[in-house]
């Protein structure tokens, strides 16, 4: 069980910020989701400033100067080249300034506009420098690698993908970092840029005029989506003489072509069809429902049984799903739920409904 660390001690919290970098190889953040690190990582910072104005007892000095972090300020250099020699050991590249991720933002902000500013000023300690030139990009860098490599990527996921990455909210990162990068590096004209910002901007526009936009993309999906559908549609119903059975389908295929009607004819009644659209739904439409082919085949089952029994109906429940079915048309007429189109066919065989044009008139509610 994780204890409240506003109730633990001094010393207690002390081996619990020590516990926690040794189990996550970092010092906390104050940017982390997690409340605990972020706790950790308040409590760090008061005692750093503690520290620096002599307000600990010499057994928390003691203590605090033995933890595993850098007890001096907050985010020194050293701490950060940590930090970006863990990043690039873990992820075989820089951070990017794109980046979602705050924690890698951050990390790249202090690439860019600290640790090269101190290279270029040659501000940097021998020590540092050397650790820094044995990050592969960190020193040579004519243009900033990570643009390179995000122009790179973004080739790379167009042509996986057939199109650019949607621009706005995604929640997948990559496409939100790619669509940012894109938004930022053709905001005004080339020809007012740098070469080096120009020929960035103009080598995204070739790749804008070779992709279609992921909208676009998918308009393009969906009109080819709608018309396999409706073949679909028209191949069943002059196959089956019927509208598929929804749900009663087996068969997730069934149950699409059922959700692809039901659209379909929404669209029909809103007038959102083409005119080809508008004569194939409509088609379609002159198909019966399942439950109405079925209806209409026990009724030409019962004629003909009739005028092969000599008028003669099924009588018992020996002979089967005719006379089920001639039962329940007739419990439906009694509760007066038989639809008066049925109501008048059904009395065309005599015998098969009780006499009267309503259950109600026939007295037998």
Same mark, same amino acid.
């Given at each position: ?13 002390? +081996? ?33 400033? /503690? ?47 794109? =980046? ?16 090269? =500013? ?11 420098? /050397?650790? +820094? ?48 990068? $894109? ?9 007012? /840029? ?18 279609? =936009? =992921? ?7 969906? $009109? ?110 009694? /509760? ?12 065309? $065989? ?16």
């Amino acid at each position: 069980m994780t204890h409240n660390p506003r109730s633990m001690t001094w010393e207690e919290r002390c +081996a619990h910020l020590a516990t926690w970098v040794n189990l996550n190889g970092r010092t906390p953040s104050q940017l982390s989701e997690d409340a605990l690190e972020r706790s950790c990582y308040g409590w760090l910072t008061e005692n750093r400033k /503690k520290l620096q104005a002599g307000k600990l007892t010499p057994t928390q000095e003691q203590l605090f100067r033995a933890l595993p972090v850098s007890v001096v300020s907050r985010n020194t250099i050293h701490d950060r080249m940590d930090e970006l020699e863990r990043f690039y050991t873990a992820n075989g590249r820089l951070p990017l300034t794109t =980046a979602v991720d705050s924690e890698e933002k951050s990390l790249a902000t202090f690439l860019v506009a600290n640790l090269r =500013a101190k290279i270029k000023k040659g501000g940097l300690g021998a020590a540092l420098l /050397k650790r +820094a030139e044995a990050i592969p990009g960190v020193v040579s860098f004519a243009l900033i690698p990570d643009q390179e490599q995000t122009l790179h990527e973004l080739s790379e996921y167009a042509a996986r993908n057939g199109h650019l990455p949607p621009f706005g909210v995604s929640d997948n990162k990559e496409e939100y970092r790619l669509s940012s990068w $894109i938004r930022n590096n053709t905001r005004g004209r080339p020809e007012d /840029k740098s070469p080096t910002l120009r020929a960035r901007h103009e080598a995204i526009l070739l790749l804008m005029d070779r992709y279609p =936009a =992921a909208a676009d993309m998918e308009r393009e999906r969906a $009109i080819r989506r709608r018309e396999e559908w409706l073949r679909d549609l028209e191949a069943y119903t002059e196959e089956h003489q019927h509208h598929p059975p929804g749900t009663r389908g087996e068969g997730e295929h069934l149950k699409r072509l059922t959700a692809a009607l039901t659209a379909f004819r929404k669209d029909l009644g809103a007038g959102k069809l083409s005119v080809e659209e508008e004569v194939r739904v409509k088609a379609i439409l002159t198909f019966p429902s399942i439950q109405d082919y079925e209806w209409q085949s026990s009724f030409e089952a019962l004629v003909e049984y009739a005028a092969s029994h000599d008028g003669r109906l099924p009588g018992t429940w020996g002979e089967g799903k005719l006379f089920s079915w001639l039962t329940f048309q007739r419990r439906q007429y009694r /509760k007066g739920t038989l639809a008066r189109d049925r109501i008048e066919r059904l009395r065309v $065989i005599e015998g098969a409904l009780p006499a009267g044009t309503h259950a109600a008139e026939a007295g037998e509610l």
